[in-house]
Nanobody, 120 residues
Framework: QVQLVESGGGLVQPGGSLRLSCAASGNIFSINTMGWYRQAPGNERELVATITSGGSTNYEDSVKGRFTISRDNAKKTVYLEMNSLKPEDTAVYYC??????????????WGQGTQVTVSS
């Protein structure tokens, strides 16, 4: 089993910043891609950013230049630094981790979600 614990969400004013963290634990052999997704009320869950084990990153167009994804492999943790936040960034943010338990068994797990609200 893999557990993902997210933290760092909250209420922030437009133009403000937040940093999300997601720590993975369990019987993990390796972690490949880690990412963040978000879901606003009435909308489907959408990709925000991903980072591979080699450090390659990918961002959704609306967050490019404002959000930065990073990871600490030793801590099995992925971060999302969010700057210049806008009201349209308001959503529940979920982390996602792809990895393996051993040479044959893979997993893809989701965090419980953390609320980010951008409002004055």
């Amino acid at each position: 089993q893999v557990q993902l614990v997210e933290s760092g969400g909250g209420l922030v004013q437009p133009g403000g910043s937040l940093r999300l963290s997601c720590a993975a634990s369990g019987n993990i052999f390796s972690i490949n891609t880690m990412g963040w997704y978000r879901q606003a009320p009435g909308n489907e869950r959408e990709l925000v950013a991903t980072i591979t084990s080699g450090g390659s990153t990918n961002y959704e167009d609306s967050v490019k230049g404002r959000f930065t994804i990073s990871r600490d492999n030793a801590k099995k943790t992925v971060y999302l630094e969010m700057n210049s936040l806008k009201p349209e960034d308001t959503a529940v943010y979920y982390c996602n981790v792809d990895g393996s338990f051993d040479s044959r068994r893979t997993f893809r797990s989701w965090g419980q979600g953390t609320q980010v609200t951008v409002s004055s």
